[in-house]
């Protein structure tokens, strides 16, 4: 077998985004488009000669493809050995457990997690580092800045190999080992979790229905929630994994996950419902009748954490991404430890979870998840809420209102504005930042402007400054208004706007979501003159 130089130049746009390379599975396709951009994964990380790395993906269109030229690059870059999820599958939380177990020197995770899959749609791929988690800033950096000037790429001349079929084989000098994608995983979540309570849980009748969306979660739940935990067959519901997730986003939210809802909101509603994303890592729960808001259901781990073995001995403290709600900064308080407010994407709160500063992190975007690994974790979120029902023996809606009974209520939701145009949505963000100087005092709809910044971030460990992490407006009443652009779509710029209210008096506590907003979402479009730029009427998803 050769190896063999192919030349190449540089391609625009191989920017990553707020977690990982992300484009249309055409611009992938585009001869060069993805073996550039491994070669300089290789090249920035450096030093692959005799190292370890983990690879697999959440199975979407082109999933296969990638993985067997991956590995015929990796041979050819000197890479020892590639631990490969069967059939080139691995969750997000399960590539970082199998980095960290395996003290690989890092992973390549396939995948464009959230978005649609399918020839016309989305696909993805991320570096993450040897603590598990997504690439620094400083490692992405370097990739991006080598996809500018890259001239070659090194490529083993060999036939695919067969990743059917779990063990080793070898291609070139390097072994290939093809793992079972979920035993590993498995065995992290036993350490956590009261595995013999959540078996009893079930066993006397509490009943769960899980989503996994065919998307990367099916076997990993199947496998946990109705093999090893008892839950009866049927709990987990569209569990084949498809290539295109059967046309839809693998978005759990209300637009994209509406069976669960419908079932959740039916008479017939189960106790729980849960749903997960295309890669696995995010989470959203449900109670019978009643949504968790990804940022209350933080704030509810947070609190309760210590009734899974995994936490008995309490958190050492929590970080939040800055849009995410300040539920979990009550619990915080009120427990004596640190919060941290990062920017959004995964891999700013690798740095304190390394330096053991939190145990606990979550984003508003339906993720949340602990020092266990280093990316958020859907299952284990579903995991950690059985075990803390188990534990309490209460239903979701009795442990929500008993949580605002405590700590307050902060209503909270994001709109988005999906493929608006580039030019309007910079327009628009660049409008509203001159605006800023001049908010603090102004009052809009009776709520009053105490600060208004974009928001800086200054790693506490290592000290990096991230900045222009998204606009944030602060009202006396403890109101919340944040504006952002995605970092993860493929078309045109997505728009969020993330708006928040504190509600103390439990009489308020059962307002409807929006309708406990609508000042706020009055005020949003007041200052950003959302529907006149973008020609929008309304956000094309309310989570
Ligand atoms: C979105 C979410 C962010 C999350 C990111 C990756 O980013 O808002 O909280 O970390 O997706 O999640 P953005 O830039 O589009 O707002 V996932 O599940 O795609 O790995
Ligand atoms: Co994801």
Redesign the pocket.
Known sequence: MTIREIATTPFPGQKP????L?KKVRQFKEPHYLENFVQCIFDGVGDMEGATLVLGGDGRYYNREAVQIILKMAAANGVTKMVVGQNGILS?PAASCLIRKLEAKGGIIL?????PGGPNYDF?I?YNADNGGPAPETITDAIYALTQKISQYRILDATDIDLSEIGEVSLGGMRVEIVDPVREYRRLMKELFDFKKIKKLFKDGFRLRFDAMHAVTGPYSTDILERKLGAPKGTVINAEPLEDFGGHHPDPNPVHARELFDIMFSDDAPDMGAAS???G??NIILGRGMYVAPSDSLAVLAANAHLAPGYKDGLAGVAR?M?TSGAVDRVAAEVGMPCFETP???KYFGNLLDAGKVSLCG?????TGSDHVR??DGLWAVLMWLNILAERQESIAEIMRAHWRTYGRNFYSRHDYEAVDSDAANKLMDDLRAKLPTLTGQTFEGETVTSADDFSYTDPVDGSVTSKQGIRIQFESGARLVY??????TEGA?L?VYLERYEANPANHELETQVALQSIITIADQLAEIGKRTGRVEPDVIS
Do not use: C, V
């Open positions: 985004g707020t977690s990982g992300r997000t995948s464009a997690s959230h978005n993805g991320k994303d295309g890669d890592d995010r991404s849009p959004t994407g995964w984003e508003e975007s339906a993720g990316e958020k952002r652009l995605s970092g993860t779509g997505t969020r």
